[in-house]
């Protein structure tokens, strides 16, 4: 008897080619409805490295289990494109409502089983469904049990948003700049209901790694009160880079309902030009005393939620300690903290040679300064010599590339070993519509 494989547990399964090469990792299962019969798998919907999503035929797997997926080494490193009659199990099957033929009532499709009915042929086999939980308590979970495909069938009432909360629960291990992609190459219905399951703090992180114009259609569809809190759990700048491309009278009033000192924040920034430094800048970098301990100094950049580029040195100021600061006296690099006793202080560990920009240093310099001296991120002062933020690498290279290089394809395929020792081939070609590559 052939395995039974639940798709749900297949997101993020390691891709090998038959020399044992790590190609991919899988992140959906694509299947075609057929009239009497359950679905038929078609293929897997494989990321590969570069971030791009491929499509993998059914025909060219060898292997599946829920540890690992073998391939016969053909991978077609194309894009991958939805075609009209593909279901995307995880992003578009789990979730769905289903109701029992037998009148039994309904269910949600929590996960789906594939089966391999022949050689090299797969199949749904079975739904695994919970039904509605019994009672008003908030803490109570309706019965789960299995369910053959012609068991059930779909109930979707027009105009009901299709749960995501499964689909949420699936991915809930991504990085935020996954999350995003997978997000982007969702349908763009199914793309908005997942945004608006997703807790705030999720969303923000997601919004932050979106190109422009889906951080703009996603924050649309949001109430007033939603957004002010998606936008209040974002960096300051990427924030103000998001309510920038809206309308002036909704993005006043996003502001009026974000909290005060986020919201200070961000009208900070959206007065500066956004090529210049003050408009690429983060306004919470690490800031400390000069009085303050190596000791405490590492523990500020050792929390978890700091994002790397900013942890890499902290900023001695006189008070106030919040920007804009009092006088800007120097920075600290992480590593020469490690050099020293946890009981010096950081005033005496400045660096002398770096010196601050101004809010008002074109974006171009503020380059060539990291480019020529190697740095993560560079302080930026006003005209009363006040720290009110840091430039990191990051922002310069959101600066730098292209607005749509989230979503761009690689011009060169991607580099695999040569064919002769039984390794992968890549094909750059369109797939079949057949489902083959």
Known sequence: MSTRIFVARLAGTSVFDP?????????????????????????????????????????????????????NGLINVRRFEQRGGEVRVIAELLGRKVVFTDGTGEATIEDVAIQESATGEWAVSQLFVRRPKPGASPFGKGQTTFAAWNEVREKQARGEAQSAEQLIATYSELKPADLANTLLDLPQQRMLEVAEELPDDRLADVLEEMPESEQVQILAQLDDDRAADVLDQMQPDDAADLIAQLSDER??????????????????????????????????????????????????????????????????????????????????HFQRMLRYPPHVR??????????????????????????????????????????????????VLDYLLPDDWRSQDEDEPVKAPSEETGSIRIVNGRRGGNGTS
């Open 19 to 71: 020399v044992g090469d790590r190609v991919g990792k899988v992140r959906d299962v694509l299947v075609v409805y057929r009239k009497d019969d359950p679905p038929s798998v078609v293929g897997l919907i494989v990321e590969i490295p570069g971030k791009r999503r491929v499509f993998l035929s059914i025909g060219r797997v060898t292997s599946i289990s829920s540890g690992q997926i073998i391939t």
């Open 251 to 332: 993005g006043e009033h996003l502001l009026e309902l974000m909290e005060p000192e986020e919201a200070d924040d961000v009208r900070m920034l959206l007065s500066y030009g956004p090529d210049t430094a003050g408009g690429l800048m983060t306004t919470e970098p690490i800031i400390v005393s000069a009085d303050a301990t190596v000791a405490e100094g590492l523990a500020l950049i050792r929390r978890h939620e700091l994002a790397p580029a900013l942890g890499a040195a902290v900023c001695v100021t006189l008070p106030p300690y919040e920007a804009p600061t009092g006088r800007f006296l120097g920075i600290v």
């Open 346 to 395: 950081l005033g005496t560990l400045l660096d002398p040679s770096l010196e601050p920009v101004t809010s008002g240093t074109s974006a171009a310099e503020v380059s060539r300064i990291l480019a020529s001296y190697n740095l993560v991120s560079v302080p930026v002062v006003d005209e009363k010599h006040r720290l009110v933020g840091v430039v990191t690498i990051d922002d």
